[in-house]
């Protein structure tokens, strides 16, 4: 890391900070080029393919897009955690230095933001690009898009912005723990949370469903399923239930009936219905209000993550 201490004087403090952050990029591109940092895009490669492979009728029944709207949110934000989580913890002991001789804090998160970004853009074209040509042909993706007009355009900005915020939120664990065994050890539990806490995978209620609205993932589902039009699908629950109830000799009887009468399309009618959700709405301003949440949130991990790493001279290490 270069040194600071000279010539800081002779310039105005803006344009300090400034040079500090092109030195800081310049550094953070060096690394990513020289010491294997590249390997963030290989591995979303892996972990988008492995995703298309199990996800199942996404973007085609309200079932099958809530299922797929988790998976594309941990993809996102499996990236975003493993971009950054070691980021600031393996540097401490030159930040720490660096910092006395005239460093400036901000300048050096701003530039591990500039850089985080890039590689989330990187690894959203990534997403975009496997999922398109594996998902897509299997399950075709809708054509509008609330926002842009196009569905493509709108979701490639959903999963930057959940990959960033995931990022940020890296970021800051990075900053407030001492060691990268620390932070290694931290990101399991993040993990999990977001996943419990996804209002998709369990039932939230009460107190435990408004913890999950300080969540990632909730978000990132939410404004995914809005994206795709959720509310516009047919559900199949009622439909799955009623095949599986086959079994029953007394349900046999008269489940030929109804597949061939109304009745079947009054449960499916019965299913969607129930199925709707208000918070789904695919509506421009819907979109923008989560879009909004999503990017609060990450610049809150980045000012935690400042506050904490500017008491790095207190460090007693």
Not at 56 to 72: K, P
Not at 224 to 237: A, E, H
Request: proline letters at 3%.
């Amino acid at each position: 890391m270069p040194s600071f201490s000279e010539g800081t004087n002779s310039r105005s403090r803006h344009i300090e900070h400034l040079g500090q952050i092109w030195i800081f990029l310049g550094k953070l591109f060096r690394i990513f080029f020289n010491e294997g940092n590249w390997k963030v895009f290989p591995m979303a490669v892996i972990v988008s393919v492995i995703v298309s492979c199990v996800i199942d009728n996404v973007f085609v029944n309200m079932e099958g897009t809530q299922v797929g709207a988790l998976a594309f949110a941990c993809v996102c934000i499996w990236n975003g955690f493993f971009n950054s989580i070691q980021s600031v913890c393996k540097e401490r002991p030159i930040i720490k230095r660096e910092h006395r001789a005239g460093m400036h804090i901000t300048s050096y998160i701003a530039a591990q933001m500039i850089y985080q970004a890039v590689l989330c853009l990187g690894q959203t074209i990534i997403q975009l690009v496997v999922y398109s040509l594996l998902l897509a042909p299997r399950f075709p993706f809708p054509t509008a898009g609330p926002v842009t007009g196009s569905f493509l355009v709108d979701f490639g900005i959903t999963l930057f912005i959940i990959t960033y915020a995931a990022d940020m939120m890296a970021l800051m664990v990075s900053c407030i723990v001492k060691t990268t065994t620390a932070a290694m050890t931290v990101v399991p539990f993040l993990l999990i949370v977001q996943l419990i806490f996804s209002g998709v995978a369990f039932t939230l209620r009460g107190a435990i469903d408004t913890v999950s609205k300080f969540t990632i993932s909730r978000w990132g589902i939410r404004t995914i399923c809005t994206v795709g039009n959720f509310n516009s699908l047919p559900s199949i629950t009622l439909h799955a239930a009623v095949n599986k109830l086959t079994t029953v000799p007394e349900i046999r009887l008269v489940y030929k009936y109804i597949r061939e009468t109304e009745i079947w399309d009054i449960i499916g009618e019965a299913s969607t219905k129930n199925m709707m959700n208000p918070e789904y709405t695919f509506t421009a301003a819907n979109v923008y209000k989560e879009w909004g949440i999503l990017i609060a949130m990450g610049a809150f991990f980045a000012i935690v993550g400042i506050l904490f790493l500017e008491q790095i001279d207190k460090d007693g290490r």
